[in-house]
């Protein structure tokens, strides 16, 4: 630890901007401050690159300090990096839950949609396997939104005729579906 007047004498040096007492004060403090941010942080390469920006923050803003007792004024320093370091890490991990939020609900919202196109698909095969009268009459009645009397007037056939043809082709595409 230094003296006093060493240690006013090298924060004079280091306002002045001179290199050599930049490295005097890092000497004393390194062990010290160091071991602050790695008793907060608990990681080595943390504390490293709090380190790193308490003493770059030493060199632009060394000439901020007024006097009294420097070590306070450090340490102080240190904390207010520790704290926006902390802020930085809450707002990365609001962001990332964010993200991950908005991927969880465009997933949840495609796969409806992807659930949607895979029955189609699935409708579209198993339709396929119906005989094509039974085929016709399912379209017609479902898709192009036919009566069962508008059916039975085309087809010229009587409506129970139709009605029948309609329930057991959909009785055997409903069994087709669930294969």
Sequence with gaps: M??????????RGCKTGRAESFEALVDIYAKRCYGYFYRLTGSRAVSDDLLSELYL????KIRSYKGGVFESWLFRTASNIFYDYLR??????RLLEARQSQSQAHAAAAAPKRADAE?????????????????????????????????AKMRAEPIG?????VHRGLKKLRELMEQ
């Design 161 to 165: 005729t139709t009605l029948s043809k």
């Design 57 to 60: 923050k030493l060199v632009t």
């Design 88 to 93: 930085d890490k809450q707002q990365q991990k």
């Design 2 to 11: 230094a003296q006093s007047d060493e240690l006013e004498q090298i924060i």
């Design 119 to 151: 029955m189609a698909d699935k409708l579209q095969v198993q339709m396929s396997r119906l005989d094509a009268d039974t085929r016709e009459l399912i379209m017609l009645r479902f898709y192009s939104q036919l009566s069962f009397k508008e059916l």
